[in-house]
């Protein structure tokens, strides 16, 4: 629960003019962050992380960015 407030609370910190995400995980679940709106999926889920992937690079972050932990 508490990860969903910090995710709420980064939506609204986040600088909307730059591309900037953070990423954070707790055991079951990673988040990856950006101004305006937020991604989470359950740890391990392939398809979660390329859904999340795919939108990151549809906003014009580099591949080599695109490196957050599982």
Known sequence: MFAHVLADALVLALDSEAD?????RT???TFVVFAGWVFHYARGDRVGREATAAHVRSVGVPEPQIDWLE
């Open 27 to 29: 055991e079951h679940e």
């Open 20 to 24: 900037w995400y953070c990423d954070f």
